[in-house]
T-cell receptor, first 124, second 111 residues
Framework: GAVVSQHPSWVICKSGTSVKIECRSL??????MFWYRQFPKQSLMLMAT?????????EQGVEKDKFLINHASLTLSTLTVTSAHPEDSSFYIC????????????????????FGPGTRLLVL | RKEVEQDPGPFNVPEGATVAFNCTYS??????FFWYRQDCRKEPKLLMS???SGNEDGRFTAQLNRASQYISLLIRDSKLSDSATYLC????????????FGSGTRLSIRP
C-alpha cells in the first residue's frame, strides 16, 4: 500500500517551545491530509483536516492558533505545536488519502487512509 | 450518544478461540466502514474494509448490518499475534466526509 512518513518520530522539548511535525506522502499526491492526536489508552481524535493550498479545517475544541497546519504541497503537511505545554504531550498521527487509490465496493475511490508512523511528543 | 461506539474490552481469550466485536454507529447516512488494527505505540493499520455483503479474509470476517447500524469483526482460531486494539472506522456519504474512529476494543490472546 501507499506510504506516509512522519518526522520526527519522537521529540522532547521544554514547555513554551514550538515543535514542528512533518507528514509526507511518499508515493502518491495527497490533496487532503488529516492530523490526529491520541492520548494513552484512548482513541484517535481528529484535530484538523489539511487541504493543499487552502486553510485547514479544525475540529471543535482544537485551537487553530496553537496547532498551526500548513499544507504547502501535495506531498507535505506540517503541524506546528506552538508554545507547547505538558498537556500537549501526546502521540500525533497524520494520515492521507490517496485520491487515485483503490475504491471500495459501492463507494468512491480514495477512501483508504494511510497513516504515518506517528510522532511522540513529550513536553517537560 | 457517540457517533461510533465500541466495547473497550479488554477481551482476554485463549489462543485458538473465536472472538467477535461489534461497533455501532449513529449516522444512518454513513457509507464506508473499516476495521483497523493498532498495536501498542504504533499507528493504526488497515485490517479490512467492511462491505454490505460481508467479507472474509482468512481468519477474519467482517459484517455490516445497516438496519441495526453496526459492524462486526469475527476472528477465528485466534493467534497470540492477534493481540492488539481494534478500531472501527466510519466515513460519511462522500469521500470528503469526516472520518470517525471508534475508541477501540483491546484484545489480548493468552497462550
Amino acid at each position: 500500500g501507499a506510504v506516509v512518513s512522519q518526522h520526527p518520530s519522537w521529540v522532547i522539548c521544554k514547555s513554551g517551545t514550538s515543535v514542528k511535525i512533518e507528514c509526507r506522502s511518499l508515493d502518491f499526491q495527497a490533496t487532503t491530509m488529516f492530523w490526529y492526536r491520541q492520548f494513552p489508552k484512548q482513541s484517535l481524535m481528529l484535530m484538523a483536516t489539511s487541504n493543499e493550498g487552502s486553510k485547514a479545517t479544525y475540529e471543535q475544541g482544537v485551537e487553530k492558533d496553537k496547532f498551526l497546519i500548513n499544507h504547502a504541497s501535495l506531498t507535505l503537511s506540517t503541524l506546528t505545536v506552538t508554545s507547547a505545554h505538558p498537556e500537549d504531550s501526546s502521540f500525533y498521527i497524520c494520515s492521507a488519502r490517496d485520491p487515485l487509490g483503490p475504491g471500495l465496493a459501492g463507494g468512491p475511490t480514495g477512501e483508504t487512509q494511510y497513516f504515518g508512523p506517528g510522532t511522540r511528543l513529550l513536553v517537560l | 450518544r457517540k457517533e461510533v461506539e465500541q466495547d473497550p474490552g479488554p477481551f482476554n481469550v485463549p489462543e485458538g478461540a473465536t472472538v467477535a466485536f461489534n461497533c455501532t454507529y449513529s449516522n444512518s447516512a454513513s457509507q464506508s466502514f473499516f476495521w483497523y488494527r493498532q498495536d501498542c505505540r504504533k499507528e493504526p493499520k488497515l485490517l479490512m474494509s467492511v462491505y454490505s455483503s460481508g467479507n472474509e479474509d482468512g481468519r477474519f470476517t467482517a459484517q455490516l448490518n445497516r438496519a441495526s447500524q453496526y459492524i462486526s469483526l469475527l476472528i477465528r482460531d485466534s493467534k497470540l499475534s492477534d493481540s492488539a486494539t481494534y478500531l472501527c472506522v466510519v466515513i460519511g456519504y462522500s469521500s470528503a466526509s469526516k472520518i470517525i474512529f471508534g475508541s477501540g476494543t483491546r484484545l489480548s490472546i493468552r497462550p
